[in-house]
Nanobody, 126 residues
């Protein structure tokens, strides 16, 4: 069993930055793909970014078009932690951000993820 705990959310002005962290416990997540999703009030949960696991020699990152060039996902397997650096934040980035661990397939789909955190609120004021 894997437990995921997100942190780093908060209130920031438009144009600002935040770095979210997702700390895993229970077992190492180095072989898992790790993703970030978000859900705004009244909207469905949507894909933000994902980074592949250590099955290959290279990690691959994928981003939603809405965050490409502004957000960066990274992982530190020694710390069993995944990060989401968010720059140039916009009010439309306001949402609860969730971290998730998955094994493969279309990693933009939330049904590919097995373990989920409880989420951290990000609010961007205009």
């Amino acid at each position: 069993q894997v437990q995921l705990v997100e942190s780093g959310g908060g209130l920031v002005q438009a144009g600002g930055s935040l770095r979210l962290s997702c700390a895993a416990s229970g077992r190492t997540v180095s072989s898992y793909a790790m993703g970030w999703f978000r859900q705004a009030p009244g909207k469905e949960r949507e894909f933000v970014a994902t980074i592949t696991g250590s099955g290959g020699s290279t990690y691959y990152e994928y981003y939603a078009d809405s965050v490409k060039g502004r957000f960066t996902i990274s992982r530190d397997n020694a710390k069993n932690t995944v990060y989401l650096q968010m720059n140039s934040l916009k009010p439309e980035d306001t949402a609860v951000y969730y971290c998730a661990a998955g094994l493969g397939g279309d990693l933009r789909m939330d049904n590919r993820y097995i373990y989920w955190g409880q989420g951290t609120q990000v609010t961007v004021s205009s």
